[in-house]
């Protein structure tokens, strides 16, 4: 742990409040996902095949604002937009607490979700502004670590809360939120990556297909689509285990939130250790790895739904994403303009966009049909996805090294070091 220090201090400030949001955002999921189903299908009185459509709502807001406003970081500047979509989802979060009923519910997450769209990827963005890119994996790990952290609060927060009311995680989530979109009023300096640094690139390329690269990317767009398969799956496990823990009378609302609290503890001590470790194995390897331990986790869920099934599938889940999570974005980085870095990064979030709609909707529906159902349906698609995204990113890697010319490149210095 004595890596943490040295790494902090050696980031400029608009990274570490980048980092500084992303803790905030973790915080609010862990505080919210995990209890959502829970009071759904409690408080709210929603059926269980139901609760995956509303995911798929607040994902649906991302999916439907990305096209629109997925690259607009790169137009006005990296500060608005961190600004607004954190006081935005913040807001959403808090509305939850007032509102009732099914179709309330699906258009403030629809909403909230259109703010969250511009979220992640501007951070990971502003982050990229500033540090080298071939430090790129290890800050990209450390935005995990930043998260997850804010992943065991978020939980152990929501736990505590759940004992009186699973609608107050709402006022938690987004209160945090809040807070982190009044630090970056506050303190968040732009770091200049936006359109006015190169006013003729973005005035070659205006309408939606300058705001998804995807359309335009080949490369990039194979490379989403093996993201999108394998994250669904992995999905399952954050979706259905609620349900799956709760229905067996393993655990209770709080144990849930303390099981993803302790995930999201193992990802804080172990992500920068395995970071390490993976910058000196291929893609495909971290992509298999990643899948053989996914698969091992559905195989002790559809075996048992025991406590010990549990912990052991959440951490080997958490192991799973600690090798690929760094992994892709570093990917997708790689492959972008510098003028179009945000766009590109908001590209990638609509697969995680896709994931959160699709995963919920169909682990819960299969959920519905059988309690077992998910786990058996996910081993065959993990390892199919496993393999995709291991080729893909590494076809990517290789169109996008170095000729001759520009080896000396940054960008082109950070794919070779990665790979």
């Given at each position: 742990?004595?890596?943490?220090?040295?790494?902090?201090?050696?980031?400029?400030?608009?990274?570490?409040?980048?980092?500084?949001?992303?803790?905030?955002?973790?915080?609010?999921?862990?505080?919210?996902?995990?209890?959502?189903?829970?009071?759904?299908?409690?408080?709210?009185?929603?059926?269980?095949?139901?609760?995956?459509?509303?995911?798929?709502?607040?994902?649906?807001?991302?999916?439907?604002?990305?096209?629109?406003?997925?690259?607009?970081?790169?137009?006005?500047?990296?500060?608005?937009?961190?600004?607004?979509?954190?006081?935005?989802?913040?807001?959403?979060?808090?509305?939850l607490f007032f509102v009732h009923g099914v179709v309330a519910t699906a258009a403030v997450l629809l909403v909230t979700g259109m703010c969250e769209s511009v979220l992640h990827p501007t951070i990971l963005t502003a982050i990229a502004?500033?540090?080298?890119?071939?430090?790129?994996?290890?800050?990209?790990?450390?935005?995990?670590?930043?998260?997850?952290?804010?992943?065991?609060?978020?939980?152990?927060?929501?736990?505590?809360?759940?004992?009186?009311?699973?609608?107050?995680?709402?006022?938690?989530?987004?209160?945090?939120?809040?807070?982190?979109?009044?630090?970056?009023?506050?303190?968040?300096?732009?770091?200049?990556?936006?359109?006015?640094?190169?006013?003729?690139?973005?005035?070659?390329?205006?309408?939606?297909?300058a705001l998804l690269p995807a359309f335009r990317d080949g490369r990039l767009a194979k490379l989403l689509a093996w993201v999108v398969l394998f994250e669904i799956s992995g999905n399952w496990i954050e979706a259905v285990i609620p349900?799956?823990?709760?229905?067996?009378?393993?655990?209770?609302?709080?144990?849930?939130?303390?099981?993803?609290?302790?995930?999201?503890?193992?990802?804080?001590?172990?992500q920068m250790l395995v970071s390490r470790f993976a910058e000196v194995r291929s893609a495909l390897w971290l992509t298999v790895g990643a899948g053989i331990s996914t698969i091992a986790a559905f195989a002790l869920l559809a075996t048992?739904?025991?406590?010990?099934?549990?912990?052991?599938?959440?951490?080997?889940?958490?192991?799973?994403?600690?090798?690929?999570?760094?992994?892709?974005?570093?990917?997708?980085?790689?492959?972008?303009?510098?003028?179009?870095?945000?766009?590109?990064?908001?590209?990638?979030?609509?697969?995680?966009?896709?994931?959160?709609?699709?995963?919920?909707?169909?682990?819960?529906?299969?959920?519905?049909?059988?309690?077992?159902?998910?786990?058996?349906?996910?081993?065959?698609?993990?390892?199919?996805?496993?393999?995709?995204?291991?080729?893909?990113?590494?076809?990517?890697?290789?169109?996008?090294?170095?000729?001759?010319?520009?080896?000396?490149?940054?960008?082109?210095?950070?794919?070779?070091?990665?790979?």
């Amino acid at each position: 742990m004595t890596i943490f220090p040295s790494s902090w201090r050696g980031l400029p400030r608009p990274a570490l409040l980048g980092l500084f949001l992303f803790f905030c955002a973790g915080f609010a999921d862990g505080a919210l996902v995990p209890f959502f189903p829970l009071w759904a299908s409690g408080e709210a009185n929603i059926p269980t095949g139901a609760i995956g459509l509303l995911f798929a709502c607040y994902a649906g807001g991302e999916l439907i604002a990305a096209p629109l406003i997925g690259g607009i970081a790169d137009r006005i500047g990296r500060r608005p937009v961190l600004i607004l979509s954190s006081l935005g989802v913040g807001c959403g979060f808090i509305a939850l607490f007032f509102v009732h009923g099914v179709v309330a519910t699906a258009a403030v997450l629809l909403v909230t979700g259109m703010c969250e769209s511009v979220l992640h990827p501007t951070i990971l963005t502003a982050i990229a502004d500033v540090t080298e890119p071939s430090a790129h994996p290890r800050w990209f790990g450390m935005a995990r670590v930043s998260s997850s952290a804010g992943q065991i609060l978020g939980p152990a927060c929501g736990a505590l809360l759940a004992l009186v009311s699973l609608s107050g995680v709402f006022l938690a989530a987004g209160g945090m939120l809040v807070l982190g979109g009044v630090v970056m009023l506050v303190a968040f300096a732009e770091t200049g990556g936006h359109a006015a640094g190169h006013p003729d690139e973005v005035e070659d390329e205006e309408g939606l297909s300058a705001l998804l690269p995807a359309f335009r990317d080949g490369r990039l767009a194979k490379l989403l689509a093996w993201v999108v398969l394998f994250e669904i799956s992995g999905n399952w496990i954050e979706a259905v285990i609620p349900l799956y823990a709760q229905d067996a009378g393993t655990l209770t609302p709080s144990g849930v939130g303390a099981l993803f609290a302790y995930a999201a503890a193992l990802t804080v001590g172990l992500q920068m250790l395995v970071s390490r470790f993976a910058e000196v194995r291929s893609a495909l390897w971290l992509t298999v790895g990643a899948g053989i331990s996914t698969i091992a986790a559905f195989a002790l869920l559809a075996t048992s739904p025991a406590m010990i099934s549990l912990i052991a599938a959440v951490s080997l889940c958490a192991v799973a994403q600690m090798l690929v999570g760094p992994l892709v974005p570093t990917a997708v980085n790689a492959l972008a303009p510098a003028s179009r870095r945000a766009s590109y990064m908001a590209a990638s979030s609509v697969a995680v966009d896709l994931k959160d709609s699709l995963g919920p909707s169909i682990g819960t529906a299969l959920y519905a049909l059988a309690p077992r159902l998910p786990w058996i349906a996910g081993i065959p698609l993990v390892a199919i996805a496993s393999l995709g995204l291991g080729a893909a990113i590494g076809r990517a890697q290789t169109i996008s090294s170095p000729s001759e010319e520009d080896a000396a490149s940054p960008v082109g210095s950070m794919v070779e070091n990665y790979r």
